[in-house]
């Protein structure tokens, strides 16, 4: 069985940093994309950022560029979102998911971790 | 970056009713466009993928349909159970981005 579980949330000053974590399990790791989606509190769900499979290739969305890097720990697979520059604007329950073998559908997810951004 | 609409963005609705929601995409995505069921405190849900495609163990009375620009969601017969927000996806781009999501609420 497939199974996502972030951690790493929190409360953050703006200006700070923070690093989620997505902890994967039941598939083969290395072997898929992955992604972060958020949901800021009462708004839609934004995609955030895709990896693939062995992690060469990354993609954000412009609102983070610069600030978020993914990355990916093959040996202890394990999905990394570094978080830096926080502003408010990035408060949200953030998601980690796996990307479908078809394509960049997301065919499995986490419960999401929240983080709070505020002074 | 590509945009995504979707609409009704709160739609009505008894049980056993058949509804129908659509996602448009600013450009031509072919038929790489996703659905999913979101309700409040839990992981988003896959539904289907390939614009048509079934997600595994995702009820039939789900459905898919549309290319190019222009897509539709069909639950047949709904259910208490499917009452959530659903959103579409469009996967053409590294770049993927969702529509704003279509709240399917109990009339």
């Known amino acids: 069985e497939v199974q996502l579980v972030e951690s790493g949330g929190g409360l953050v000053q703006p200006g700070g940093s923070l690093r989620l974590s997505c902890a994967a399990s039941g598939f083969t790791f290395s072997g898929y994309w992955m992604t972060w989606v958020r949901q800021a509190p009462g708004k839609g769900l934004e995609w955030v950022a895709n990896i693939n499979q062995d992690g060469t290739q990354t993609y954000y969305v412009a609102s983070v560029k610069g600030r978020f890097t993914v990355s990916k720990d093959h040996a202890n697979n394990l999905l990394y979102l570094q978080m830096n520059s926080l502003r408010g604007e990035d408060t949200a329950v953030y998601f980690c998911?796996?990307?479908?073998?078809?394509?960049?559908?997301?065919?499995?997810w986490g419960q999401g971790v929240l983080l709070t951004v505020s002074s | 970056d590509i945009q995504m609409t979707q609409f009704p963005s709160t739609l009505s609705a008894s049980v056993g009713d058949r509804v129908n929601m659509t996602c448009r995409a600013s450009q031509s995505v072919s038929t790489w466009l996703a659905w999913y069921q979101h309700k409040p405190g839990k992981a988003p849900k896959f539904l289907i993928y390939a614009a048509s495609k079934l997600g595994g163990g995702v009820p039939s009375r789900f459905s898919g349909s549309g290319s190019g620009t222009e897509f539709t969601l069909t639950i047949d017969s709904l259910q208490s159970d499917d009452f959530a927000t659903y959103y579409c996806?469009?996967?053409?781009?590294?770049?993927?981005?969702f529509g704003q999501g279509t709240k399917l609420e109990i009339k």
């Open positions: 998911a796996r990307g479908g073998p078809g394509g960049l559908y997301f065919d499995s």
């Open positions: 996806q469009q996967y053409d781009s590294y770049m993927c981005t």
